[in-house]
């Protein structure tokens, strides 16, 4: 079982960068892909990055080459560094774990309750 745990959110300037980071808790942390989703208000929840349980990445298309998600499995922690933000980028952010490999929200076995991030412009 894992137990995840979001943190970093807040308010950026356009163009500004913001790192996430995700605390997470229990014996087979390292089983698990990690991965991130964000939901902006009025609408679905959507993938945004994934780290598997071999560090290979995959992001969506329209964060690709601006976001890099990490893993630090000494600290039982992955990050997300956002950078060149855009107003488009404002949403809630979560945290999620999956033990086998998917990209939708529907195949995700963890969530955090995610944290805010809003990109003025």
């Known amino acids: 079982q894992v137990q995840l745990v979001e943190s970093g959110g807040g308010l950026v300037q356009a163009g500004g960068s913001l790192r996430l980071s995700c605390a997470a808790s229990g014996r087979t942390f390292n089983s698990y892909a990690m991965n991130w989703f964000r939901q902006a208000p009025g609408k679905e929840r959507e993938f945004v990055a994934q780290s598997d349980w071999r560090g290979a990445t995959d992001y969506a298309a329209s964060v690709k080459g601006r976001f890099t998600i990490s893993r630090g499995n000494a600290k039982n922690t992955v990050t997300l560094q956002m950078n060149s933000l855009k107003p488009e980028d404002t949403a809630v952010y979560y945290c999620?774990?999956?033990?086998?490999?998917?990209?939708?929200?529907?195949?995700?076995?963890?969530w955090g309750k995610g944290t805010l991030v809003t990109v003025s412009s």
């Open positions: 999620a774990a999956s033990v086998r490999f998917a990209t939708t929200a529907y195949g995700m076995d963890y």
